[in-house]
């Protein structure tokens, strides 16, 4: 039942510009008018806006405001198996939460989205509430066959994916190290990584990513450290986004399975915020003013410290921040 709704919806979408006859639509899914009927009834129920006519037939009235759907999103993905599963949720306590309930059933490049989330993760553990239509947030669960210790690198293949479809789309961020996307020296997306192993073989590994898209208000502190690309000035519709990105998001996760790094490691280092910076780590409460020179084959960034000796900086506990600025 679900892969023929699918199809009427996808005819729907196509010719969302004019009535599409139910005599039509029931010669080319093999159907009775009745089973299209149907459909289009349940589709109604699920919140499309499908306008009816006498001797017209079924139109999707588009609206700007309109959520999104699975269907939507999975129709406008060209990929080969990334998000060709899609959960949509207008709203959620955490796309990553969600992911991790169905990863072990769900198949590589499932993808669970959402307008809004009411407990949100970050790093080190932090829950942040999203409002509506402020941003988009989606987790992706994969299945590689790689060494456990590789799946961290992920956060910044996402990163790099990430970044290379927001250019596409107009819009030059940077990447900050290990898992942040910055424009205009503020956070406008943010990056989680988890995994689920058992001993030396990896269950599902799950990217979560929370962009800020629409219009918001930053309070306080967060005010010099965050905004969002409505606040820069930039329009992208959640649903460009998403297709560009899975599709930059699938072509780099296949060199990262086949470990080449060209590509990934390029893009990093091109769009990195921190590269060529004095900059100070944050760790264990201690503050170190360091120089950063390059990001290794293995994601970690190397700098050097005040005494000249170079260090392999892991992604873990440990912030970045500029000399004088969030970046």
Known sequence: MIKTRE????????????????EYMSDILGLS???????????????????????????????EKRGLSSYEIKHQLKTSYMGQ??????????????????????????????????????????????????GIYFSTILKPSIPISRASFLTQVAGAA????????????????PNDLVLNGR??????????????????????????????????????????????????????????????????YEDFKKRDYTRILGILKDKSAVLGKEIYLIRDGQKDKVFAENIDEYGNLIVRNELGFLEEIFTGEISIRGLDSYI
């Open 7 to 22: 199809k009427v919806i996808n005819i729907l979408i196509d010719n969302s510009d004019k009535y599409i006859s139910g």
């Open 33 to 63: 008018r009745a089973s299209v009927w149907k459909h289009i009834k349940a589709l109604k129920t699920e919140g499309f806006d499908i306008k009816s006519k006498a001797g017209h037939g079924y139109r999707l009235h588009r609206k």
């Open 85 to 134: 599963e899609v959960y949509y949720f207008e709203s959620i306590d955490s796309t990553n939460i969600y992911a991790n309930t169905i990863a072990n059933q769900a198949p590589e490049g499932a993808v669970v989205v959402s307008k809004k989330q009411t407990q949100g993760k970050g790093r080190s553990g932090k829950i942040w509430v999203s409002d509506y239509d402020q």
């Open 162 to 177: 990430l970044a290379t479809s927001l250019e596409k789309l107009g819009v030059a961020c940077q990447i900050k190290w």
């Open 187 to 252: 956070k406008i997306a943010g990056i989680l990584t988890e995994m689920r192993a058992e001993i030396e073989s990896i269950s599902y590994i799950i990217v979560g990513i929370g962009i800020n898209i629409g219009p918001k208000t930053f309070d306080g502190a967060i005010s010099n450290v965050a905004t969002s690309l409505a606040n820069e000035g930039y329009q992208i519709q959640d649903l460009d986004l998403l297709r560009t990105f899975f599709i930059d998001f699938e072509d780099l």
